[in-house]
C-alpha cells in the first residue's frame, strides 16, 4: 500500500545499499565516463590539458597540500564538464527545438564550466612558485 506522501505509482526502490550497490555503482560510473570520452569533445581537450598538469603538480608544489589544491582543481573541472555534458544530453532528449528555457540550462551548465576553468588556472597562479 502506497504512502500518502508516496506517488501512486511510485517506482520499487533504484538499488540496495551497502556493499551489494557498489560494483553496479562502479559499472555505471565507468560507462559514464566512457560515454563523456566517446560523445565529448570538451572533455576529451579538458583531459588532455589536465592529465599533465595532475602529472606534475606534485614535483611544483612547494607542499603537499598544494598539490592536492591543484590536483583538486583540475579533477574539479573534469566533473563540472560531466555534470554540463549529462544536463546537455538530458536538454536535448527533451527536445532539439531551440527554447528558452532548456537554452539558459545549457548556457547556465557552461558558465559552470568557465568558473571551474577560472578557479583552476587561479590556484595554480598562485600556488605555483
Known sequence: MNSPTEPRNAAPPKSRGG???LLPALRYSLAGLRAAWRHEAAFRQEVYA???LLLIAPFVAAQRWQAALMIGAILLVWIVEL????LEALCDSV???????LGRAKDLGS???LLSIVNAVLVWALLLP
Open 19 to 21: 556493499l551489494q550497490r
Open 50 to 52: 589536465g592529465l599533465p
Open 83 to 86: 555534470l554540463n555534458s549529462g
Open 95 to 101: 527536445s532539439r527545438e531551440l527554447h528558452p528555457l
Open 111 to 113: 558558465a559552470a564550466v
